[in-house]
């Protein structure tokens, strides 16, 4: 059964909202015996898990039939019309700092289509929304990628691959050949926020590898609608399954993309 999106955006929303008031609340009072290690580099605390509880709770209580795709609890839950893809807390390394750069993401699938996405700021108080054919919006205006047409004027985010450091030194010589052709390069530690950044224009271009589904479903959505080209390393579609992305303006993608493949083609191609 089809379900309007303004009804669907608005049940995100609101369990964006929720989840935004408990990331808020407990900034600052992390302890080590509050966080969990899932592997090297790469934590949970708490308030991932309890982010993610209202998140889910709040969207099945609307819509019980629909599935869910998410970071914490359920890596996959069945393969239905509706699939929600959810990252309760996106730099949750950040957050165990207190490092003022975090958000959680939520996305929405529609027959394996993403149709909707939201990320949210709650530090900011950042909405950042999409519908497919609906465009972009910043709490509630449209927004637009950037009109920059040269790297050397262009401000690129990405981040370290630390699921996949024996990909370092490819990843810091991409790095340094970028880093020459462009403004400056920021990693701030949240993927979300950076594909969001990249949809409002305060970023022209964004690229990393090894990324999780959840890190970039609702992002790549807001570029895609704010008029920007989302590919894999070898340009591609399969951004979501093989975390591999590549992000920016269409003045400015081809040669972004091109950067890429001059170090990762052969060794990482999608």
């Not at 969990?36 to 819509?63: G, L, N």
């Not at 205006?141 to 040269?150: N, Q, V």
Request: charged share 25%.
């Amino acid at each position: 059964m089809y379900i309007d999106k303004s009804e669907l955006l608005g049940t995100a929303f609101r369990a964006a909202m929720l989840a935004g008031d408990v990331i808020l609340k407990n900034i600052g009072n992390i302890s080590e015996k509050d966080i969990d290690i899932k592997q090297a580099s790469d934590f949970v605390t708490y308030v991932d898990r309890e982010s993610e509880k209202i998140i889910i709770q709040t969207i099945k209580s609307k819509y019980p039939q629909h599935h869910f795709f998410t970071e914490e609890s359920l890596k996959e839950e069945g393969s239905g019309e509706y699939r929600w893809i959810i990252d309760p807390l996106d730099g949750t390394t950040n957050y165990i700092h207190s490092y003022p750069v975090f958000s959680l993401s939520i996305a929405l699938e529609f027959n394996r289509e993403i149709i909707l996405g939201l990320i949210y700021d709650p530090l900011r108080d950042d909405l950042f929304t999409a519908e497919t054919g609906g465009g972009a919006f910043l709490n509630g205006k449209p927004i637009e990628i950037s009109t920059a047409t040269d790297l050397a004027n262009s401000l690129i985010a990405t981040g370290f691959p630390f699921r996949k450091k024996e990909l370092i030194d490819e990843y810091l010589s991409l790095f340094k050949n970028i880093f020459g052709r462009v403004c400056d390069i920021r990693r701030a530690g949240s993927a979300a926020l950076d594909l969001a950044y990249i949809a409002c224009g305060r970023c022209e271009g964004f690229f990393e590898l090894a990324l999780s589904p959840w890190d970039i479903a609702a992002g790549s959505l807001l570029i895609k609608e704010a008029g920007g080209i989302v590919t894999d390393f070898g340009g591609g579609k399969d951004y979501l399954s093989t975390g591999n992305i590549v992000a920016a303006s269409p003045f400015l993608h081809g040669a972004l993309l091109n950067e890429v493949k001059g170090v990762f083609e052969g060794i990482i191609d999608r």
